[in-house]
């Protein structure tokens, strides 16, 4: 703190003055003296960049040094430190007060939606997936973006590219720093966001999406603090160049020529011919100013033809001389007059070209970038001089190095530079709005050395290395990324799904499903998705009631209509953010993260896992457009907004809210989004775990491939003798500049440029330092305002060499504004500016009375809450209107530029700008401006509040930039009187104005064609009596006859005071091409009227009938529209249609006549030329086969109907169906019991499984956890031991187990001795707990009514200890508590808080009683899982199943998908409890029978079945299907023995249903009572009641046979008369039926000998034979027929014949 004090108490002495003389002479401020002289506390080059923890939570003041103005430095560190540590405070700071701001504020209980002034925060944030990129991995992180609607994320400066961002997740303990990686404000209004993270690489891949972090944001562009920084702390003391000057601040005694000036005896001379072949129209106006290229020149301001020195003429001498000058000798220089140059130009140069530390200021207009570039072209002439080292002839060459503050002055100097040295150019930065510099960029010439192979081979090599190991982990890591991505892109199918719901969950979402829709699937997305209508996307919302409300069931939550984007309307405004990003990007490839190619992917492979894709919709919406469907398209619409925003929101369940929930369906649903949100993050967080350690991989192959491209990179630049950067590429590639050593430096914009930012980008070799700017304009901008005030980090360089006497050339002459625009900046800023010849002779503008004029106003600013800026509708209309007034005059667009000095104007302007209108008129910043010029500026000042309060516009050096940017005209509206009031210098510039009468709270318009019209605008109002831009006289065109008299000739003379003798002048309206005259009031522009349109009515006639055209004259009349009564011939009805079309193509709209052909005579519903209604959709009632009725539409088949009849039956468990009659398949199979267990487990959570003998193991997350480590597994799994060293040990006693053994020490009963500080009394107390122990969070005195209520009854004694429990809070005195766990239970389970039975799972002082439960616990998981061996053998069934599966040609043919989901299901368990491996058995078995089933109908009742019975059987086996399908946790017995007796049902049916095919087929006649027979068994297969089954087919089923099929005719219940019966049918005698080797039976007809092979029609067997020999593994089948012998055999009698049934 004493630090601290000293250093405020300095400053503020500081403030005072109090300056003296250094020995050396230069002026030092004492108290900078003193406290420069503190010595640090830390060395600043072992200070880490990144911020540290006590960083962030210290409350102490940091040490700070000021940076001295003027005055010397003690020392090339002690200047280093100063440097480092307020750079580093700069961005540190605004964390630092922005997070304590936050806590506290979050301690006091405030919302989140309060402002904060240093830091943005956003909540709910969760780290979703990685992202593959060329510079390594980043990750899309999802924020909640409810609570920012207002936000307009195009313009804020939120969250753009390399803004510095903090996660955490407990109160900023521990910090995650990232950087925002990409930005797309789109993705924004979503909440997400691409970040690429600075450190803890491993710890972040291991983030899972389902924490939840704060994150707190500052503005701070941290890749250059970080780069500026590293290069501060590895500049060494006797390395650093120019400390003479920067260090030492040697500048009055002069400065001295360059290093490389001094060979050769100091004799060396310069070519300075290119200096004076310039054409002289360049003194007159600088070239290189307009970056756009367009020509704002009038042509008659210069001449056509430049005026170009003769060199073979009088000059010859002068060319002569200026061939070989030498450089440092004065008196030989050229003239100022020979070299075209003015006297401030002239010094300038000379002292550019000969002194190694150049300062030369330039104020606005007076051609900084044209000198620079005059003495670049210098430098370049001489190249030999200074390119290479004098002792290092054949080393590599060393470049200029042109560093400017913004690409658009970078731009514009290299285009000058290419002007006279179009080659050996490099441009290091983002994309450039230039066409010229294309061919310079880096990325370009990177792109041609790729292309012609002229890489060095161990960069191509090395890179390509590196692309091939990343191309390859991409590939690893892109099904798991694409399916994370899927996330953000639509709905996650419930398949997907499941593996991360509750048993309990899953059942209740699909089970209601059911119920709602019918037992039947509806569609959306990949087949039918219980999670469509669950989220309220499709149908009505159903909402089970709970125990005390009724059922519910509402529309779809009304959502607001997104608004319509409007971008495609407005003009285009370069907002702060656009601005700020472009500055930041270096390379374009910095935001081009192969979008499309990961788009490509993710299409490809997760679409099976989205249930709906928003791309779809967004597809669906065009096409219904198109289609004119207009209902179809809004549905689609609203579903795509509402799916987007419940994406775009973060808020999800956590897991305790989970474990609460029953029934799914009984939520509300924004608590089911909340709940499908924390699925999808379980969703993802399984496939990030599957990629951590390709994350690494890749993260390390993307720094090779940026140490390799950084070699490439460095490798063209050596090459370069030009190399142009940014200051923020120049602190990007620091490190290559190092290596490149360039000698010359010259630094443009550099009074706005961070000191820090210029000194590490020189290089122990730089030996020229070139500075250009002016420091009277903007001045470098910190993030903190502090800072600059009261430790001078916003003084520049420039400016710091200027206040220390250093030699600066300040140029004089300005060609750009006006002689009375230059009259506000002098003498109020500048003490003189000369005006050039060429701004004398400027045309007027049109329209307005005064070339420049300032409106004055009290209309009150609006602040903005989130960008902190200003702004003030008032002015924001009025100047929209203004230029629009200017652009009726014939200006064009490009001549105009709005400008105003607050960002938040910006958004103002492009709502009242239409793109249609003001095409071409930039509206910038006044910052973003600076350098820049144009003929006319509207200037918006912003400012006008009841405080007086003016913010920056009383800093000069902004004033000096808004005053300076106009050529021809200026206008300004503001507050004035509040400006003038508020600072002397507005009060100054206003005094100006007045005294050249330009200023007032009206605006004088004139009309170009009525200059005796004027117009008085003070509101945006008073430009409507304006509308043409002329003024509300009518349009017409003035005639002046000459009138002759005998003698003379009389003529009107205007504007002359010469008497008029006569006059006259004849007035007419302008008649138009049509033959009307103009209506439109006087406008200037399109005199001839060739773009006016006619507004009268059209007269034409355009029928027979009289109708006359409605259009207005200049548009095309078309076909006649009048309505007339017309008869349609198809249908005789009378329509009115209109006039031009013909009743025989109109569509008519009369009601429908005709009655639908259904049994109830209902009409048709539809329109007269519409097909008629069918089928009919009356509701009617139905019959079904179950004996219930219900309602549905009149053209319903009952076969599609499902009845919704509750089932009446009680289950084996005694509770009652929760299934309908429908969904019970009528008794035969019913739903599982839904009745809750909510039986307390072994682990001491509530069984969330439906009713069942036997619990489950627990699902829920295990709660397991110790000072080291937690549980990653469910609760019913088997918990790993902890083997960390025990953490409990006091003075006294320490346990020397592992951490997951039982301790054997002895419980403490020491009191503590710590002390704690209480948050309520503020003092430090006594710890009230035991030694050993964590101390409890309560505090004797301020909490002694808590403390001491009885509970135990020792707590009102004065020396009562006390033991906080950390599962629950509570805090129990220590006596008591240690007699509760030492009572023993009978049963295995924890020790529960005795105030609110909440398991104690840690707590030290009792951890041998805990493990020693967990332990037992573990042996009871054990049996659910079994021992090792078990394990094993699980595992191999496990494996064996999943072969099955794959292997089964039937299985995959006809239960593909199933198949497939059963796999999923199996694969995804990493052990299997007993119960699941068996219910996993099963499933496969009946999946087996089931296509077993499926191809014997695909074979047999294809062939012999007919249309009806296919779709029966397709049903069923849908159903069956259907119920195998399910995802489920377990099966209960009954299910399983009413599954299995459903599929033997099945089975028989599909034999019922062949054999009667067979019989139609054969065209068999069978007699009544085999008729009967048959009929009976048919009802009983079919009709709506359990299937009954004999003992033995049961145990038969139970062990999982097929039915063998000569048992069939006994199982569907014919007796063996009524078989032979069947036989008799065949008209057989006996001896021709037989068995195949599988004991299918088979018949022989004819003679009953075999005479031909053929195969088994059930099983494919070879059966048959020849010569009337049966195959000998074939046999008689006696069972059929009763045959003894075969009916071709010697043994053959009568007993073989035909049976007699009469009888």
Same mark, same amino acid.
């Given at each position: 703190?004493?630090?601290?004090?000293?250093?405020?108490?300095?400053?503020?002495?500081?403030?005072?003055?109090?300056?003296?003389?250094?020995?050396?002479?230069?002026?030092?401020?004492?108290?900078?003296?003193?406290?420069?002289?503190?010595?640090?506390?830390?060395?600043?080059?072992?200070?880490?960049?990144?911020?540290?923890?006590?960083?962030?939570?210290?409350?102490?003041?940091?040490?700070?040094?000021?940076?001295?103005?003027?005055?010397?430095?003690?020392?090339?560190?002690?200047?280093?430190?100063?440097?480092?540590?307020?750079?580093?405070?700069?961005?540190?700071?605004?964390?630092?007060?922005?997070?304590?701001?936050?806590?506290?504020?979050?301690?006091?209980?405030?919302?989140?939606?309060?402002?904060?002034?240093?830091?943005?925060?956003?909540?709910?944030?969760?780290?979703?997936?990685?992202?593959?990129?060329?510079?390594?991995?980043?990750?899309?992180?999802?924020?909640?973006?409810?609570?920012?609607?207002?936000?307009?994320?195009?313009?804020?400066?939120?969250?753009?590219?390399?803004?510095?961002?903090?996660?955490?997740?407990?109160?900023?303990?521990?910090?995650?720093?990232?950087?925002?990686?990409?930005?797309?404000?789109?993705?924004?209004?979503?909440?997400?966001?691409?970040?690429?993270?600075?450190?803890?690489?491993?710890?972040?891949?291991?983030?899972?999406?389902?924490?939840?972090?704060?994150?707190?944001?500052?503005?701070?562009?941290?890749?250059?603090?970080?780069?500026?920084?590293?290069?501060?702390?590895?500049?060494?003391?006797?390395?650093?160049?120019?400390?003479?000057?920067?260090?030492?601040?040697?500048?009055? +005694?002069?400065?001295?020529?360059?290093?490389?000036?001094?060979?050769?005896?100091?004799?060396?001379?310069?070519?300075?011919?290119?200096?004076?072949?310039?054409?002289?129209?360049?003194?007159?106006?600088?070239?290189?100013?307009?970056?756009?290229?367009?020509?704002?020149?009038?042509?008659?301001?210069?001449?056509?033809?430049?005026?170009?020195?003769?060199?073979?003429?009088?000059?010859?001498?002068?060319?002569?001389?200026?061939?070989?000058?030498?450089?440092?000798?004065?008196?030989?220089?050229?003239?100022?007059?020979?070299?075209?140059?003015?006297?401030?130009?002239?010094?300038?140069?000379?002292?550019?070209?000969?002194?190694?530390?150049?300062?030369?200021?330039?104020?606005?207009?007076?051609?900084?970038?044209?000198?620079?570039?005059?003495?670049?072209?210098?430098?370049?002439?001489?190249?030999?001089?200074?390119?290479?080292?004098?002792?290092?002839?054949?080393?590599?060459?060393?470049?200029?190095?042109?560093?400017?503050?913004?690409?658009? !002055?970078?731009?514009?100097?290299?285009?000058?530079?290419?002007?006279?040295?179009?080659?050996?150019?490099?441009?290091?930065?983002?994309? $450039?709005?230039?066409?010229?510099?294309?061919?310079?960029?880096?990325?370009?010439?990177?792109?041609?050395?790729?292309?012609?192979?002229?890489?060095?081979?161990?960069?191509?090599?090395?890179?390509?290395?590196?692309?091939?190991?990343?191309?390859? %982990?991409?590939?690893?890591?892109?099904?798991?990324?694409?399916?994370?991505?899927?996330?953000?892109?639509?709905?996650?199918?419930?398949?997907?799904?499941?593996?991360?719901?509750?048993?309990?969950?899953?059942?209740?979402?699909?089970?209601?499903?059911?119920?709602? +829709?019918?037992?039947?699937?509806?569609?959306?997305?990949?087949?039918?998705?219980?999670?469509?209508?669950?989220?309220?996307?499709?149908?009505?919302?159903?909402?089970?009631?709970?125990?005390?409300?009724?059922?519910? !069931?509402?529309?779809?939550?009304?959502?607001?209509?997104?608004?319509?984007?409007?971008?495609?309307?407005?003009?285009?405004?370069?907002?702060?953010?656009?601005?700020?990003?472009?500055?930041?990007?270096?390379?374009?490839?910095?935001?081009?993260?192969?979008?499309?190619?990961?788009?490509?992917?993710?299409?490809?492979?997760?679409?099976?896992?989205?249930?709906?894709?928003?791309?779809?919709?967004?597809?669906?919406?065009?096409?219904?457009?198109?289609?004119?469907?207009?209902?179809?398209?809004?549905? !689609?619409?609203?579903?795509?907004?509402?799916?987007?925003?419940?994406?775009?929101?973060?808020?999800?369940?956590?897991?305790?809210?989970?474990?609460?929930?029953?029934?799914?369906?009984?939520?509300?649903?924004?608590?089911?989004?909340?709940?499908?949100?924390?699925?999808?993050?379980?969703?993802?967080?399984?496939?990030?775990?599957?990629?951590?350690?390709?994350?690494?991989?890749?993260?390390?192959?993307?720094?090779?491939?940026?140490?390799?491209?950084?070699?490439?990179?460095?490798?063209?630049?050596?090459?370069?003798?030009?190399?142009?950067?940014?200051?923020?590429?120049?602190?990007?590639?620091?490190?290559?500049?190092?290596?490149?050593?360039?000698?010359?430096?010259?630094?443009?914009?550099?009074?706005?440029?961070?000191?820090?930012?210029?000194?590490?980008?020189?290089?122990?070799?730089?030996?020229?330092?070139?500075?250009?700017?002016?420091?009277?304009?903007?001045?470098?901008?910190?993030?903190?305002?502090? %800072?600059?005030?009261?430790?001078?980090?916003?003084?520049?360089?420039?400016?710091?060499?200027?206040?220390?006497?250093?030699?600066?050339?300040?140029?004089?002459?300005?060609?750009?504004?006006?002689?009375?625009?230059?009259?506000?900046?002098?003498?109020?800023?500048?003490?003189?500016?000369?005006?050039?010849?060429?701004?004398?002779?400027?045309?007027?503008?049109?329209?307005?009375?005064?070339?420049?004029?300032?409106?004055?106003?009290?209309?009150?600013?609006?602040?903005?809450?989130?960008?902190?800026?200003?702004?003030?509708?008032?002015?924001?209309?009025?100047?929209?209107?203004?230029?629009?007034?200017?652009?009726?005059?014939?200006?064009?667009?490009?001549?105009?530029?709005?400008?105003?000095?607050?960002?938040?104007?910006?958004?103002?302007?492009?709502?009242?700008?239409?793109?249609?209108?003001?095409?071409?008129?930039?509206?910038?910043?006044?910052?973003?401006?600076?350098?820049?010029?144009?003929?006319?500026?509207?200037?918006?000042?912003?400012? $006008?509040?009841?405080?007086?309060?003016?913010?920056?516009?009383?800093?000069?050096?902004?004033?000096?930039?808004?005053?300076?940017?106009?050529?021809?005209?200026?206008?300004?509206?503001?507050?004035?009187?509040?400006?003038?009031?508020?600072?002397?210098?507005?009060?100054?510039?206003?005094?100006?104005?007045?005294?050249?009468?330009?200023?007032?709270?009206?605006?004088?318009?004139?009309?170009?064609?009525?200059?005796?019209?004027?117009?008085?605008?003070?509101?945006?109002?008073?430009?409507?009596?304006?509308?043409?831009?002329?003024?509300?006289?009518?349009?017409?065109?003035?005639?002046?006859?000459?009138?002759?008299?005998?003698?003379?000739?009389?003529?009107?003379?205007?504007?002359?005071?010469?008497?008029?003798?006569?006059?006259? %002048?004849?007035?007419?309206?302008?008649?138009?091409?049509?033959?009307?005259?103009?209506?439109?009031?006087?406008?200037?522009?399109?005199?001839?009227?060739?773009?006016?349109?006619?507004?009268?009515?059209?007269?034409?006639?355009?029928?027979?009938?009289?109708?006359?055209?409605?259009?207005?004259?200049?548009?095309?009349?078309?076909?006649?529209?009048?309505?007339?009564?017309?008869?349609?011939?198809?249908?005789?009805?009378?329509?009115?249609?209109?006039?031009?079309?013909?009743?025989?193509?109109?569509?008519?709209?009369?009601?429908?006549?005709?009655?639908?052909?259904?049994?109830?005579?209902?009409?048709?519903?539809?329109?007269?030329?519409?097909?008629?209604?069918?089928?009919?959709?009356?509701?009617?009632?139905?019959?079904?086969?179950?004996?219930?009725?219900?309602?549905?539409?009149? $053209?319903?088949?009952?076969?599609?109907?499902?009845?919704?009849?509750?089932?009446?039956?009680?289950?084996?468990?005694?509770?009652?169906?929760?299934?309908?009659?429908?969904?019970?398949?009528?008794?035969?199979?019913?739903?599982?019991?839904?009745?809750?267990?909510?039986?307390?487990?072994?682990?001491?959570?509530?069984?969330?499984?439906?009713?069942?003998?036997?619990?489950?193991?627990?699902?829920?997350?295990?709660?397991?956890?110790?000072?080291?480590?937690?549980?990653?597994?469910?609760?019913?799994?088997?918990?790993?031991?902890?083997?960390?060293?025990?953490?409990?040990?006091?003075?006294?006693?320490?346990?020397?187990?592992?951490?997951?053994?039982?301790?054997?020490?002895?419980?403490?009963?020491?009191?503590?001795?710590?002390?704690?500080?209480?948050?309520?009394?503020?003092?430090?107390?006594?710890?009230?707990?035991?030694?050993?122990?964590?101390?409890?969070?309560?505090?004797?005195?301020?909490?002694?009514?808590?403390?001491?209520?009885?509970?135990?009854?020792?707590?009102?004694?004065?020396?009562?200890?006390?033991?906080?429990?950390?599962?629950?809070?509570?805090?129990?005195?220590?006596?008591?508590?240690?007699?509760?766990?030492?009572?023993?239970?009978?049963?295995?389970?924890?020790?529960?808080?005795?105030?609110?039975?909440?398991?104690?799972?840690?707590?030290?002082?009792?951890?041998?009683?805990?493990?020693?439960?967990?332990?037992?616990?573990?042996?009871?998981?054990?049996?659910?899982?079994?021992?090792?061996?078990?394990?094993?053998?699980?595992?191999?069934?496990? +494996?064996?199943?999943?072969?099955?599966?794959?292997?089964?040609?039937?299985?995959?043919?006809?239960?593909?998908?199933?198949?497939?989901?059963?796999?999923?299901?199996?694969?995804?368990?990493?052990?299997?409890?007993?119960?699941?491996?068996?219910?996993?058995?099963?499933?496969?078995?009946?999946?087996?029978?089931?296509?077993?089933?499926?191809?014997?109908?695909?074979?047999?009742?294809?062939?012999?079945?007919?249309?009806?019975?296919?779709?029966?059987?397709?049903?069923?086996?849908?159903?069956?299907?259907?119920?195998?399908?399910?995802?489920? !946790?377990?099966?209960?017995?009954?299910?399983?023995?009413?599954?299995?007796?459903?599929?033997?049902?099945?089975?028989?049916?599909?034999?019922?249903?062949?054999?009667?095919?067979?019989?139609?087929?054969?065209?068999?006649?069978?007699?009544?009572?085999?008729?009967?027979?048959?009929?009976?068994?048919?009802?009983?297969?079919?009709?709506?009641?359990?299937?009954?089954?004999?003992?033995?087919?049961?145990?038969?089923?139970?062990?999982?046979?097929?039915?063998?099929?000569?048992?069939?005719?006994?199982?569907?219940?014919?007796?063996?008369?009524?078989?032979?019966?069947?036989?008799?049918?065949?008209?057989?005698?006996?001896?021709?039926?037989?068995?195949?080797?599988?004991?299918?039976?088979?018949?022989?007809?004819?003679?009953?000998?075999?005479?031909?092979?053929?195969?088994?029609?059930?099983?494919?067997?070879?059966?048959?034979?020849?010569?009337?020999?049966?195959?000998?593994?074939?046999?008689?089948?006696?069972?059929?027929?009763?045959?003894?012998?075969?009916?071709?055999?010697?043994?053959?009698?009568?007993?073989?014949?035909?049976?007699?049934?009469?009888?």
């Amino acid at each position: 703190m004493e630090v601290e004090s000293r250093n405020k108490a300095i400053i503020d002495a500081q403030r005072k003055g109090a300056v003296l003389k250094d020995d050396d002479g230069t002026q030092a401020n004492q108290l900078d003296r003193q406290l420069q002289l503190e010595t640090p506390p830390d060395d600043f080059r072992e200070l880490t960049v990144i911020p540290t923890f006590e960083d962030i939570s210290s409350d102490k003041e940091p040490f700070l040094r000021p940076n001295i103005v003027c005055g010397r430095y003690t020392d090339v560190d002690t200047y280093l430190d100063v440097q480092f540590r307020l750079l580093r405070e700069d961005f540190v700071r605004p964390l630092r007060k922005g997070i304590a701001e936050f806590l506290d504020m979050r301690r006091l209980g405030y919302g989140k939606d309060r402002k904060l002034q240093d830091i943005r925060v956003y909540h709910d944030v969760h780290v979703v997936h990685p992202l593959c990129t060329m510079s390594g991995i980043v990750y899309r992180i999802q924020f909640d973006a409810a609570r920012l609607q207002q936000i307009r994320w195009v313009a804020t400066k939120r969250l753009i590219f390399g803004s510095l961002l903090c996660l955490s997740k407990d109160e900023f303990k521990t910090m995650f720093f990232a950087t925002v990686a990409n930005r797309d404000p789109k993705q924004l209004e979503q909440g997400s966001v691409e970040v690429r993270f600075e450190q803890n690489h491993e710890e972040v891949s291991a983030i899972s999406p389902t924490e939840t972090f704060i994150m707190v944001e500052t503005s701070a562009y941290f890749e250059v603090y970080r780069h500026v920084l590293k290069g501060l702390q590895e500049v060494q003391q006797d390395t650093m160049p120019f400390t003479k000057y920067i260090v030492d601040c040697d500048c009055a +005694n002069g400065v001295d020529p360059p290093a490389y000036l001094l060979g050769r005896n100091g004799n060396i001379k310069y070519d300075l011919r290119a200096l004076i072949e310039t054409p002289k129209q360049e003194t007159a106006r600088p070239r290189y100013r307009d970056p756009a290229g367009s020509d704002l020149e009038e042509s008659d301001d210069s001449d056509d033809d430049e005026e170009v020195v003769d060199i073979n003429g009088g000059n010859n001498q002068h060319l002569a001389r200026a061939r070989s000058v030498p450089i440092l000798r004065d008196h030989m220089w050229p003239s100022a007059e020979t070299m075209h140059l003015d006297e401030s130009q002239y010094r300038a140069v000379k002292m550019a070209l000969t002194e190694e530390f150049s300062v030369i200021q330039g104020p606005p207009g007076t051609g900084k970038t044209y000198i620079g570039l005059k003495i670049v072209q210098a430098l370049l002439k001489n190249k030999n001089v200074w390119m290479r080292d004098e002792y290092a002839v054949d080393g590599p060459t060393r470049p200029i190095l042109v560093v400017c503050f913004t690409k658009h !002055a970078l731009d514009q100097f290299l285009e000058g530079i290419a002007e006279f040295h179009p080659t050996g150019i490099v441009r290091v930065g983002g994309r $450039s709005r230039s066409e010229k510099m294309e061919q310079f960029q880096l990325k370009t010439i990177r792109f041609i050395k790729r292309k012609d192979r002229k890489v060095p081979r161990y960069i191509h090599e090395g890179a390509g290395e590196a692309r091939h190991d990343m191309r390859r %982990l991409e590939k690893d890591m892109e099904m798991a990324v694409a399916q994370m991505m899927a996330t953000q892109r639509g709905l996650i199918h419930e398949d997907a799904l499941t593996p991360f719901m509750d048993d309990e969950h899953r059942n209740t979402l699909m089970d209601m499903w059911l119920v709602v +829709n019918d037992g039947e699937w509806s569609g959306g997305g990949r087949k039918g998705s219980v999670l469509l209508q669950w989220l309220g996307l499709r149908g009505e919302v159903f909402i089970l009631p709970t125990e005390d409300e009724q059922y519910q !069931a509402e529309g779809g939550e009304e959502e607001e209509e997104e608004e319509e984007d409007q971008d495609d309307d407005e003009v285009d405004v370069m907002e702060e953010a656009d601005m700020l990003e472009e500055q930041r990007l270096i390379d374009d490839e910095e935001l081009l993260y192969g979008h499309d190619k990961r788009g490509k992917t993710k299409r490809k492979v997760v679409c099976v896992d989205l249930a709906l894709d928003i791309e779809e919709l967004q597809l669906e919406e065009h096409q219904a457009e198109n289609q004119g469907e207009w209902q179809v398209q809004t549905n !689609a619409k609203k579903t795509k907004q509402k799916v987007k925003l419940e994406l775009s929101k973060t808020d999800m369940m956590t897991d305790t809210e989970v474990l609460h929930i029953r029934n799914v369906w009984t939520l509300q649903l924004r608590d089911r989004w909340r709940l499908y949100r924390h699925w999808a993050a379980r969703y993802c967080a399984k496939y990030k775990e599957s990629i951590r350690e390709y994350e690494r991989e890749y993260e390390h192959a993307a720094e090779r491939l940026k140490e390799f491209q950084n070699e490439e990179d460095g490798e063209i630049m050596k090459e370069a003798t030009v190399i142009g950067m940014t200051t923020t590429g120049a602190a990007r590639y620091r490190s290559v500049l190092q290596d490149i050593r360039p000698a010359i430096i010259v630094v443009e914009e550099a009074a706005e440029v961070l000191e820090a930012h210029i000194v590490t980008t020189l290089s122990q070799q730089c030996q020229h330092l070139i500075l250009i700017g002016d420091h009277q304009q903007l001045r470098p901008n910190p993030t903190v305002y502090q %800072l600059a005030r009261k430790y001078d980090m916003d003084i520049s360089l420039f400016e710091r060499m200027v206040k220390n006497d250093m030699q600066c050339q300040q140029l004089q002459s300005q060609h750009r504004m006006r002689p009375e625009f230059a009259r506000l900046l002098t003498p109020h800023i500048y003490e003189s500016l000369d005006n050039h010849e060429s701004v004398l002779n400027y045309e007027n503008i049109k329209g307005v009375s005064s070339n420049m004029f300032f409106v004055n106003h009290s209309y009150l600013e609006a602040h903005d809450g989130d960008t902190k800026s200003r702004s003030n509708m008032h002015e924001a209309r009025f100047i929209a209107s203004f230029c629009r007034y200017l652009l009726q005059q014939g200006y064009s667009p490009s001549q105009i530029t709005i400008l105003t000095t607050y960002t938040g104007q910006l958004f103002n302007f492009k709502n009242v700008m239409p793109r249609q209108v003001f095409e071409g008129v930039r509206v910038s910043a006044v910052d973003n401006f600076q350098g820049e010029e144009n003929d006319i500026i509207l200037l918006s000042l912003v400012r $006008s509040n009841v405080e007086g309060n003016v913010g920056f516009l009383k800093v000069e050096n902004r004033v000096c930039v808004a005053l300076s940017r106009a050529k021809k005209g200026f206008y300004a509206i503001g507050n004035l009187a509040m400006l003038a009031n508020a600072s002397t210098l507005w009060s100054k510039i206003i005094k100006e104005l007045r005294e050249q009468r330009c200023v007032g709270t009206h605006l004088n318009l004139c009309c170009q064609n009525h200059p005796d019209s004027t117009i008085s605008a003070a509101t945006e109002k008073d430009f409507e009596k304006a509308p043409e831009g002329g003024c509300m006289r009518p349009c017409e065109f003035r005639q002046v006859n000459t009138v002759m008299y005998v003698a003379l000739t009389m003529t009107c003379y205007y504007r002359i005071g010469l008497q008029i003798l006569t006059t006259n %002048l004849f007035f007419f309206s302008y008649r138009l091409k049509c033959g009307h005259r103009c209506t439109s009031v006087s406008h200037p522009t399109d005199p001839e009227h060739e773009e006016y349109k006619c507004k009268k009515p059209c007269p034409k006639v355009l029928c027979n009938l009289g109708h006359k055209c409605r259009k207005l004259c200049s548009q095309v009349c078309g076909d006649c529209t009048v309505l007339v009564e017309k008869i349609i011939p198809r249908c005789q009805h009378k329509q009115m249609i209109p006039c031009a079309t013909s009743p025989n193509v109109f569509k008519c709209q009369a009601p429908c006549e005709k009655i639908i052909a259904c049994n109830h005579s209902h009409g048709c519903q539809n329109k007269c030329s519409e097909a008629c209604s069918m089928p009919c959709m009356s509701s009617v009632a139905h019959q079904l086969p179950c004996g219930h009725t219900i309602q549905a539409a009149c $053209s319903a088949k009952k076969d599609y109907l499902v009845c919704d009849t509750p089932c009446p039956q009680l289950l084996k468990c005694e509770h009652p169906c929760a299934g309908t009659c429908g969904r019970c398949k009528q008794g035969r199979l019913h739903q599982q019991c839904r009745h809750h267990c909510n039986r307390v487990l072994v682990c001491s959570h509530q069984c969330t499984a439906s009713c069942t003998r036997n619990c489950p193991p627990c699902t829920k997350p295990c709660e397991n956890r110790c000072v080291h480590s937690r549980c990653p597994h469910q609760c019913g799994k088997p918990c790993v031991p902890c083997q960390e060293p025990c953490e409990w040990r006091c003075r006294h006693h320490k346990c020397d187990k592992p951490c997951g053994e039982p301790c054997y020490r002895p419980r403490c009963d020491h009191p503590c001795r710590k002390t704690r500080r209480c948050d309520r009394c503020k003092k430090d107390q006594p710890c009230i707990g035991m030694c050993g122990e964590p101390c409890p969070d309560k505090c004797r005195v301020c909490d002694r009514e808590e403390l001491t209520e009885i509970f135990f009854g020792m707590e009102d004694e004065d020396d009562a200890q006390f033991v906080q429990l950390e599962d629950c809070g509570h805090v129990l005195e220590v006596s008591g508590l240690d007699q509760w766990m030492d009572t023993s239970e009978s049963n295995i389970q924890l020790k529960t808080c005795p105030r609110c039975k909440t398991p104690i799972r840690r707590n030290l002082r009792y951890g041998d009683i805990i493990k020693k439960t967990l332990a037992m616990i573990e042996k009871v998981k054990m049996k659910w899982y079994g021992d090792d061996v078990q394990k094993a053998q699980t595992a191999t069934t496990a +494996n064996k199943l999943m072969r099955e599966l794959q292997a089964d040609a039937d299985v995959v043919l006809y239960c593909g998908e199933i198949s497939k989901d059963l796999l999923r299901q199996i694969e995804s368990h990493r052990i299997f409890s007993l119960g699941q491996i068996a219910m996993y058995e099963n499933k496969v078995l009946f999946m087996k029978n089931l296509a077993n089933v499926k191809k014997e109908k695909k074979r047999d009742l294809l062939v012999f079945g007919d249309t009806q019975h296919n779709e029966e059987m397709d049903k069923e086996i849908a159903g069956m299907e259907k119920w195998l399908h399910r995802r489920t !946790a377990r099966v209960s017995e009954q299910e399983w023995e009413e599954f299995g007796r459903e599929m033997t049902r099945l089975n028989f049916l599909l034999k019922l249903r062949v054999f009667q095919g067979q019989i139609r087929k054969k065209r068999i006649s069978l007699n009544d009572p085999a008729q009967a027979n048959l009929d009976s068994a048919e009802r009983m297969l079919t009709k709506p009641a359990p299937f009954k089954q004999t003992t033995k087919e049961q145990e038969s089923l139970g062990k999982g046979q097929k039915a063998d099929t000569c048992t069939v005719w006994a199982a569907i219940g014919i007796s063996d008369e009524e078989r032979v019966q069947v036989v008799q049918a065949m008209e057989l005698t006996q001896g021709h039926w037989f068995a195949c080797p599988n004991g299918h039976p088979y018949v022989i007809t004819e003679c009953g000998g075999a005479m031909v092979e053929s195969t088994c029609s059930e099983c494919g067997a070879p059966i048959g034979g020849g010569s009337h020999t049966l195959r000998s593994d074939n046999r008689l089948a006696p069972e059929m027929d009763g045959a003894r012998h075969a009916a071709w055999s010697d043994q053959a009698n009568m007993e073989n014949y035909l049976l007699d049934f009469d009888d």
